[in-house]
């Protein structure tokens, strides 16, 4: 492989690294939001229910708009604990709504204890969002940070086998025009092409 595929190599690789990283940002803030969205339109929907639920067996007593409530909260169990919860209501709701002060008491400590869940499964997302947040982060950083480093040794590597070579052959012709005919190219580049043009150069050299 000569100098310049070697060039055209380093770079190539370099930028498949880049689209690598690019690819996996997208993909890491992509499944940032919708499932914590999901879970957390759930929550509210149960706490609505729960809302009008005690409304209804507290205030209101509206039996219909309380079954109304607890058949959609039963539809929408998402959480551990919500379904017991929810069964708890389920039992004892008719008692409660025909006078039952103990069962009326169970069912809003039921009802309290459903709306209880889905905060803190709400206030779970919330932390969860931030160390995904945090997590999408490192995603980016951490490869960035490796591509960083293959830049700068990318860089060295040119700069021991073309940038100083090149700047050796400048000082040679550089001392010769200045009346320093003893100056000589070295042979010690790690490259064939430039050395080839470094013997050539104190041939020319050496003839004159």
Same mark, same amino acid.
């Not at 100056?183 to 020319?204: A, F, H, M, W």
């Given at each position: 492989? !000569?100098?310049?595929?070697?060039?055209?190599?380093?770079?190539?690789?370099? +930028?498949?690294?880049?689209?690598?990283?690019?690819?996996?940002?997208?993909? %890491?803030?992509? &499944?940032?939001? @919708?499932?914590?969205?999901?879970?957390?339109?759930?929550?509210? &929907?149960?706490?609505?229910?729960?809302? *009008?639920?005690?409304?209804?067996?507290?205030? =209101?007593?509206?039996?219909?708009?309380?079954? &109304?409530?607890?058949?959609?909260?039963?539809?929408?169990?998402?959480?551990?604990?919500?379904?017991?919860?929810?069964? %708890?209501?389920?039992?004892?709701? =008719?008692?409660?709504? *025909?006078?039952? =002060?103990?069962?009326?008491?169970?069912?809003?400590?039921?009802?309290?204890?459903?709306?209880?869940? !889905?905060?803190?499964?709400?206030?779970?997302? %919330?932390?969860?969002?931030? *160390?995904?947040?945090?997590?999408?982060?490192?995603?980016?950083?951490?490869?960035?940070?490796?591509?960083?480093?293959?830049? +700068?040794?990318?860089?060295?590597?040119?700069?021991?086998?073309?940038? =100083? @070579?090149?700047?050796?052959?400048? !000082?040679?012709?550089?001392?010769? $025009?200045?009346?320093?005919?003893?100056?000589?190219?070295?042979?010690?580049?790690?490259?064939?092409?430039? *050395? &080839?043009?470094?013997?050539?150069? $104190?041939?020319? +050299?050496? $003839?004159?």
């Amino acid at each position: 492989m !000569n100098f310049s595929e070697k060039i055209y190599l380093y770079f190539i690789v370099l +930028l498949i690294c880049s689209t690598i990283i690019t690819f996996a940002g997208i993909y %890491g803030f992509q &499944q940032l939001e @919708p499932s914590i969205n999901m879970l957390n339109s759930s929550n509210t &929907q149960s706490l609505y229910y729960a809302e *009008q639920m005690l409304t209804s067996i507290s205030v =209101k007593k509206d039996l219909k708009k309380f079954e &109304q409530n607890l058949l959609l909260a039963e539809k929408n169990i998402t959480e551990d604990g919500e379904k017991k919860a929810v069964d %708890g209501i389920a039992s004892d709701y =008719k008692s409660a709504f *025909q006078g039952n =002060k103990y069962l009326e008491e169970e069912t809003i400590n039921d009802i309290a204890e459903l709306a209880r869940i !889905n905060r803190l499964a709400m206030e779970q997302a %919330g932390v969860k969002a931030k *160390q995904q947040q945090a997590i999408g982060v490192w995603i980016i950083l951490f490869p960035s940070v490796f591509i960083w480093i293959i830049g +700068l040794a990318l860089l060295k590597r040119l700069d021991r086998t073309f940038i =100083k @070579p090149i700047q050796e052959l400048n !000082n040679v012709i550089f001392e010769y $025009n200045k009346g320093n005919y003893m100056r000589r190219c070295p042979s010690v580049t790690v490259t064939k092409e430039l *050395q &080839q043009l470094y013997d050539g150069i $104190n041939v020319i +050299l050496d $003839n004159k």
